[in-house]
């Protein structure tokens, strides 16, 4: 089945397409970072150029109704500026026929935000707080009734369907998943989306050995289910950041007053137990560059990790840990990295993560493929210059998370069906 936009004859055709403009705006509503509008303009060329009309949807915030801070009409000038060209706006997307009816062949509208209509999240909203489960459950039917007229209205607005908003792909919401019902063989994924899916199956689904996984942030329970699918699937995993502590303790290691989850322990340990099992190497810092508080002005000293004094925390890799690291990547065909291994927000802590994305941007010059993903770790590529030296770096937070969880995505799912 139609899959992919590439392929696909948009002459005369309307589309409709959700992308993801959810952008920061400063005080004056100005765009303050691009990246998500410029991603998805070559999704919007393809059907313009291609002789096709497109009708854009996209959600901004998280506005409980209408709201003028979240309205798309901020970001037109920011649109027309990348695509160098001018687009309508339609300020209530139930109510765009008679513009969708006038639109020509190259033509672009933009619809109002998604998300000012409780009918795209399927969510109610003015529901009392002590409201009865009857009020609730009679509240949650009406707002799944007129969430059915929402979808199909904005079906109605076109001849085709394109999901290119990876950001929201593991939501089942209107635009990402209901829509796509109305379009059984003229439905498909942008060219964002195309990248994400192709780059994680890269990893997960047909990956070059050996691979390597590195993992870091500050929580174990936020990327229990990352680790526990990826487990099965590399060869070795880097563990870092304030996670790392929660393995070290459960190995017995004294770490002072480093970040922990004890409840986390014997889920470290379970790991630990899977990954000797299969054969999977698991490389924790056996040194650290120690604080004696959470500040980029604290004292320093290294310290082994499993044995930081009482009054120090681990707060970024030492120098012998990330040379290990390295070695690692540098021999690895196959390389994810998800979340930092320090504090790399404090410039006296960031060291380890920029050497992880220095060793990235090296073994993706020497052929490997190496895909980055998280908001964090998305950030410290980005914020250290090396987004154009990797493989590929992926737009979606939650969606990825999700993804490498081995989660199906509804939004995904929905274009696949």
Not at 82 to 108: N, P, T, Y
Request: with cysteine; charged share 25%.
């Amino acid at each position: 089945m139609q899959q992919f936009i590439d392929n696909y004859n948009f002459s005369g055709k309307r589309v409709i397409a959700r992308v993801d403009f959810n952008v920061p705006l400063d005080e004056n509503f100005k765009v303050t970072d691009d990246t998500r509008i410029r991603a998805a303009i070559p999704t919007i060329k393809k059907v313009i150029d291609g002789g096709g009309a497109i009708i854009l949807m996209s959600h901004l915030g998280r506005p409980k109704g209408v709201t003028d801070k979240y309205s798309l009409k901020h970001i037109i000038y920011k649109i027309e500026e990348l695509l160098q060209q001018k687009i309508e706006f339609c300020s209530d997307c139930m109510k765009a026929k008679e513009q969708v009816e006038k639109l020509k062949s190259g033509d672009v509208l933009l619809l109002e935000n998604l998300r000012f209509y409780a009918e795209e999240e399927g969510k109610p909203r003015g529901l009392a707080e002590d409201a009865t489960d009857e009020q609730k459950s009679e509240a949650k039917s009406k707002i799944k009734e007129s969430q059915k007229t929402f979808t199909q209205t904005l079906a109605s607005y076109a001849d085709c369907y394109i999901n290119d908003a990876f950001g929201t792909a593991h939501r089942a919401h209107a635009s990402t998943a209901l829509i796509a019902k109305f379009f059984p063989n003229d439905k498909m994924f942008g060219y964002i989306m195309e990248g994400e899916i192709k780059a994680i199956e890269k990893v997960v689904a047909n990956p070059s050995h050996p691979v390597t996984a590195i993992i870091g942030g500050s929580k174990v329970s936020s990327k229990l289910g990352i680790l526990q699918n990826l487990i099965n699937k590399v060869d070795n995993m880097i563990i870092g950041g304030g996670m790392a502590f929660t393995f070290i303790k459960a190995k017995g290691g004294n770490i002072g007053n480093s970040i922990c989850e004890n409840d986390q322990i014997q889920t470290a340990l379970d790991i630990l137990n899977q990954a000797e099992k299969l054969g999977v190497k698991i490389y924790l810092p056996k040194e650290v560059l120690c604080g004696d508080k959470f500040d980029n002005n604290a004292q320093i000293q290294i310290c082994s990790t499993d044995n930081i004094p009482d009054g120090w925390q681990g707060m970024d890799a030492a120098p012998s840990s990330i040379k290990e690291w390295e070695e690692v990547i540098m021999n690895s065909k196959t390389i994810l990295w998800n979340g930092p291994v320090g504090v790399f927000e404090m410039s006296n802590f960031a060291k380890g993560t920029l050497s992880i994305a220095d060793a990235l941007a090296k073994s993706t010059q020497n052929g490997s493929f190496t895909l980055v993903g998280g908001g964090d770790s998305v950030a410290a590529v980005n914020q250290m210059g090396y987004a154009q030296k990797v493989s590929y770096v992926s737009t979606g937070g939650g969606a990825m998370l999700e993804f490498l969880e081995g989660k199906e995505l509804p939004g995904i799912k929905a274009i696949k069906e």
